[in-house]
């Protein structure tokens, strides 16, 4: 069957309307994007007034969030104290701390504030 002109027309005008108003195929939805990852390597140069200290045995993170790696061989004592160098808030939307142990032998890193008590104020955004 052999359609006529003006026919043939019409069908072209509304495939082309229905693409237009979102009825498209299947493959032309985008996906969600992604989460950035967490920088679990970083290290601000920030050095801000404050401190702080652990309210359990804990280590610190090399990144501000809970999927980074742990730092050192075994936990920090309850009550250590933590010199703040600043804070950040992940895309987890929690706080977390740069932060160097008052203790030498213990490398700078990041903590959650779940797990800290007596933060000092003014400590800088990271």
Do not use: E
Request: aromatic share 8%.
């Amino acid at each position: 069957m052999r359609l006529a002109p003006m026919t043939a027309l019409a069908a072209t005008a509304l495939i082309a309307a229905a693409s237009l108003t979102g009825v498209a195929q299947a493959d032309t939805v985008s996906s969600p994007p992604r989460a950035a990852a967490p920088n679990c390597d970083w290290s601000p140069r920030t050095n801000g007034p404050g401190s702080m200290r652990t309210d359990k045995p804990i280590r610190l993170r090399t990144g501000p969030a809970a999927v980074c790696d742990w730092i050192g061989w075994t936990d920090m004592p309850t009550g250590q104290k933590l010199w703040a160098w600043c804070k950040t808030v992940n895309s987890s939307h929690n706080t977390w701390y740069f932060v160097r142990p008052d203790v030498d032998g213990w490398d700078a890193g990041w903590i959650y504030s779940g797990n800290v008590d007596g933060v000092s104020s003014g400590i800088p955004t990271c």
